[in-house]
């Protein structure tokens, strides 16, 4: 190239989940070109049911409609900021301002990364969770931040320590990412958590960034942190309908603050995009209207995947939490895991670093290849949330129960040798 990239690309990498659905195309063109069957995607959380009816019905009405294919308004239409709202007092029990304290995002994960370029100067430092999604990390980076990681442990119930965030230097610490149900180890929220939450970054001058998109999800009970009394002077909540409502290629999310909170972001926001297409708001406010029952049904079809999926993982060996929320299953693989004994008795080829007595430091990114080149089957290594997910592997509840079960299948032939 003519010129040399910013410095602040050198801190990060292409997403891992770009890179890897690189690999997994060429190997599923290459098995398919061999007469075999194609890859089983059971990577990322992409939900693969319908949107609400109403939602796709708005849109399309709307999108019929002269006036409707012009420039919006940056802060989004009065309807989908009050269907925010109503949303977050009908089950969260937060009241918040239509005007103020909500701004529709281009899905919550553009917010990652609008908050950080509104709040970080270079040098600052942010408080990222490991286990922890990627972006928060990868976001801060591009923001010029420090990184300090705060552990995650499955014998704490994945929650934060905090006696060991309070012996931390938190010296220039602005911003703390956090995530429940979690991602990726499906830990629910609690009420006792989000007050400790709050409680921290009130005395330290933190702001709490909490990112809520699977509250819905395998949970009856959705949290908002935003319901802790005092949560607002420190505290600012992402939320989507990616997960919730079955529309994650919409783009459709929000971030709910106090009102200063939300106008530092529009600064950064309203000089990167011109406003959402008007039908898709237009469909949020539908889909932002379903009843309980929509919910109902959405977690029925996924109890019975994370139950198909617990079978997958009782197969490889893998010890899970057979209650978990949200739209994964994490799971923790032993040393002598028989899918990787298995794919080798096979004699598939495959990958170098993938053997028997596979070492602690690779052994999710061991079972994801045994699974992948051995049974065509993607299963996410652990590892890529960080280090305290070397050991476990995860699996989507994004795929329908029949593809679940032919996965099965695929595993125990290799498992089985």
Wanted: glycine share 10%.
């Amino acid at each position: 190239m003519i010129i040399r990239p910013a410095k602040r690309t050198e801190s990060v990498r292409e997403y891992y989940f770009s890179r890897k659905l690189k690999e997994v195309a060429s190997l599923d063109a290459a098995r398919k070109s061999a007469g075999q069957a194609g890859i089983i995607n059971l990577g990322i959380g992409a939900p693969d049911g319908m949107p609400p009816v109403a939602a796709v019905d708005a849109l399309t009405e709307a999108a019929k409609l002269p006036g409707m294919h012009a420039y919006q308004s940056y802060v989004g239409i009065p309807e989908l900021r009050q269907a925010f709202a109503d949303w977050y007092a009908r089950y969260y029990g937060v009241e918040l301002d239509p005007s103020k304290e909500i701004q529709p995002l281009v899905g919550s994960k553009e917010g990652i990364l609008l908050i950080s370029l509104a709040f970080i100067d270079k040098g600052d430092k942010v408080l990222v969770p490991d286990p922890g999604y990627p972006t928060y990390t990868s976001a801060s980076k591009l923001a010029e931040a420090e990184i300090l990681t705060y552990d995650l442990k499955e014998d704490e119930g994945w929650m934060p320590d905090f006696d060991a965030l309070e012996s931390m230097d938190l010296d220039g610490v602005k911003l703390m990412w956090t995530n429940y149900p979690n991602m990726p180890t499906g830990a629910a929220a609690t009420m006792e958590l989000y007050e400790k939450l709050v409680d921290f970054g009130r005395r330290h001058g933190i702001m709490i960034c909490n990112d809520n998109p699977y509250s819905f999800i395998l949970n009856d009970n959705p949290l908002s942190i935003l319901s802790v009394p005092g949560a607002r002077e420190c505290c600012l909540e992402l939320n989507s309908l990616s997960k919730a409502h079955n529309m994650s290629g919409w783009r459709i999310g929000m971030v709910a603050a106090a009102a200063d909170v939300v106008a530092e972001i529009l600064k950064v926001k309203s000089q990167m995009d011109s406003g959402m297409f008007r039908p898709l708001q237009l469909a949020a406010v539908a889909a932002l209207g379903q009843g309980p029952e929509w919910f109902r049904s959405l977690n029925a079809e996924y109890r019975r995947r994370r139950k198909l999926a617990g079978r997958i993982f009782d197969l490889i060996g893998a010890e899970y939490d057979k209650a978990s929320s949200g739209l994964f299953l994490w799971g923790k693989v032993g040393v002598d895991n028989p899918l990787v004994k298995g794919w080798n008795a096979a004699g598939c080829p495959g990958k170098p670093d993938v053997h028997d007595g596979a070492s602690e430091k690779t052994r999710s990114e061991n079972v994801s290849d045994a699974a992948l080149y051995g049974a065509g089957v993607f299963i996410t290594p652990g590892l890529i949330f960080g280090k305290n997910g070397e050991n476990y592997v995860r699996i989507s509840l994004c795929a329908k129960p029949e593809v679940l079960e032919d996965a099965y299948g695929r595993l125990q032939k290799i498992v089985t040798l």
